[in-house]
């Protein structure tokens, strides 16, 4: 027994150094939270640690028991009326995320919906995919406070029993097919996320992605969604609508305006 003895002592004095070293009681009641071995109580009211903070509250081990941790403002997401929460909503908003992603239950489809994504991605995934977004996403500028009270607030909209770890792909369409009339008159300038993948290459003009859908950013010029005939007429002559504004007159045929009207998804008018 005694060279059993002297393997274990060692192991049994480094746990308890461990213990000692983050204030752990000396007892625990069955099934217990372990966070309370290193952590100090706070929001008792708001739940266990977990609700708050994620990780696995069994775990003994650092790495395991923080894995996927919430900490700062995205603990937040506890706290739906809250400040934190509030600015992320606000924020959401602002950048109009619901014209590609839903969210809360609301928004367009043709991106990954943020509801099933928010709880199975880890944070710092989120925080990479807001302030370094793919080329069909804008770019908004935000900084890592920003993205974090934007996490916090789809956290609070999101139902944790909806995460789903997958996502969507999308693919081009046929690369050596030829370029629909978006991309032949519009895709210099602009960008467009549809069903069938992204289009356009650059960032000059706005991001299309949702432009007949509330969700669409609203600007002093166009305070509404963008209806069918409005932009029609906006096509036939940009300046005539709005003398300041620096896109030039296209040149379209009316099956070209037709056809972008339908990549972009305008509703079809009643009784057609």
């Given amino acids: 027994m005694a060279p059993v003895i002297r393997i274990r002592a060692p192991l049994l004095l480094g746990v308890a150094l461990a213990l000692a070293a983050c204030g752990a009681p000396q007892r625990r009641a069955t099934g217990a939270t372990r966070c309370l ?9 708001a739940g266990s640690c977990v609700s708050c903070h994620r990780g696995d509250a069994g775990a003994t081990r650092p790495a395991l028991a923080h894995r996927g941790l919430l900490n700062g403002a995205l603990a937040a997401h506890a706290w739906p009326q809250g400040e934190v929460v509030t600015r992320g909503r606000a924020l959401i908003a602002l950048a109009a995320c619901r014209r590609c992603h839903t969210i809360g239950g609301e928004g367009q489809t043709v991106a990954a919906a943020l509801d099933r994504v928010a709880w199975s991605r880890d944070p710092a995934a989120l925080r990479a995919s807001i302030r370094e977004p793919v080329d069909n996403m804008p770019d908004f ?17 999101a139902p944790p029993a909806t995460a789903d770890p997958s996502y969507r792909v999308w693919f081009t369409a ?21 069903a ?12 299309l ?10 600007t002093a010029a166009h305070d509404r969604a963008w209806r069918p005939e409005e932009l029609r007429r906006w096509l036939d002559n940009p300046r005539a609508v709005r003398p300041a504004t620096p896109m030039p007159r296209p040149i379209l045929q009316p099956a070209e305006v037709d056809e ?4 972009l998804g305008a509703p079809t008018p009643t009784g057609r």
């Fill in 37 to 45: 071995d290193c952590h100090a109580v706070h929001h008792a009211e």
């Fill in 141 to 157: 500028g935000f900084a890592a406070r920003e993205a974090d009270t934007v996490i916090a607030a789809l956290l609070s909209l």
């Fill in 174 to 194: 046929d690369a050596e097919g030829e370029p629909g009339a978006f991309e032949r008159h519009c895709g210099g300038c602009h960008r467009l996320l549809t």
């Fill in 196 to 207: 069938d993948g992204p289009l356009g290459v650059s960032a000059a003009g706005p991001n």
């Fill in 209 to 218: 992605s949702g432009l007949f859908s509330p969700f669409h950013p609203k």
């Fill in 260 to 263: 972008i009207l339908t990549t």
